[in-house]
């Protein structure tokens, strides 16, 4: 199981910074095209669908890695067992949200499964709106192991 999780970790890295990589190319072709007189509008709209995924994929990355902002100035004067308690009831919340955003996340891609992607007919919005219950479902295991106390892969 942790080499499992291991490669998706290891895959989720390379999507992730693929997306970036192709969202910034995309927009940067956009604008030469539309500077030479030939508009390309699709670059832009393709850029916002990897933009959705890549912020969902970072975002987990960032929460393995502890690299999220947290202000934790009153938590920090607490005893040990109360910073635990703490953060457990912190990890309970964050469990609750991601649920709800798989849900949510997942009916919304269901109903907008017919709707075209900003008028582009051959592409569904669910391609889209999938990034939410996608990104939450992987943010809820990053959770999972947290309060499980086991270290995460990074």
Known sequence: MRR??????????RIAGTFLVLMVALIFAG???R???H?????????TCLFAWA????????????SLMSIDIAVRRLPERARR????ANHAIIVAFLVY??????YLSWVSRARSFQGIPEISYSWVTMSMPVGCLLLLVTTLLKLRGGAPAR
């Not at 499992?4 to 890295?13: D, I, N, P, T």
């Not at 508009?39 to 850029?47: G, I, K, M, V």
């Not at 912020?55 to 502890?66: Q, Y």
């Not at 308690?85 to 457990?88: K, Y």
């Open 39 to 47: 508009p390309q509008n699709w670059t832009t709209d393709a850029a």
């Open 35 to 37: 500077l030479v007189g």
């Open 55 to 66: 912020c969902f994929l970072c975002a987990d990355i960032a929460w393995r890695r502890d």
């Open 4 to 13: 499992l999780y291991g490669g998706l970790v290891r895959w989720e890295a």
């Open 101 to 106: 955003g798989i849900v949510g996340g997942t």
């Open 85 to 88: 308690l703490v953060a457990h």
């Open 31 to 33: 604008g030469v095209a």
